[in-house]
Nanobody, 125 residues
Framework: QVQLVESGGGLVQAGGSLRLSCVASGRIFSINAMGWYRQAPGKQRELVAGITSGGSTNYADSVKGRFTISRDNAKNTVYLQMNSLKPEDTAVYYC???????????????????WGQGTLVTVSS
């Protein structure tokens, strides 16, 4: 019903920057909170940054001052600007969204938590 597709990952040297994008598509009525998570090898998935539908943001302490989350509601897209990257930022980054979707008609709505497939960010030292 709803899909999230991430892009923008890749290989970058320490101190460099990357911008991740995540586009939601499908039978979307509205998108509530959106966020970026990451999972490094051998570690649990952790929240990196979140943003509400109204634009309020929160960040993991490890990325505060370096990463910025933003969203374009008209495009159903959330971004993660990552600056001053460190080797410890290496992980698969996942997009997450709470979505109200259209099941049958606009009077028949459902709610889903949707995950993207992940995009790999590798930071070399």
């Amino acid at each position: 019903q709803v899909q999230l597709v991430e892009s923008g990952g890749g290989l970058v040297q320490a101190g460099g920057s990357l911008r991740l994008s995540c586009v939601a598509s499908g039978r979307i009525f509205s998108i509530n909170a959106m966020g970026w998570y990451r999972q490094a090898p051998g570690k649990q998935r952790e929240l990196v940054a979140g943003i509400t539908s109204g634009g309020s943001t929160n960040y993991a302490d490890s990325v505060k001052g370096r990463f910025t989350i933003s969203r374009d509601n008209a495009k159903n897209t959330v971004y993660l600007q990552m600056n001053s990257l460190k080797p410890e930022d290496t992980a698969v980054y996942y997009c997450n969204a709470g979505v109200t979707y259209i099941r049958g008609s606009y009077s028949d709505l459902g709610r889903l938590e949707v995950w993207g497939q992940g995009t790999l960010v590798t930071v070399s030292s």
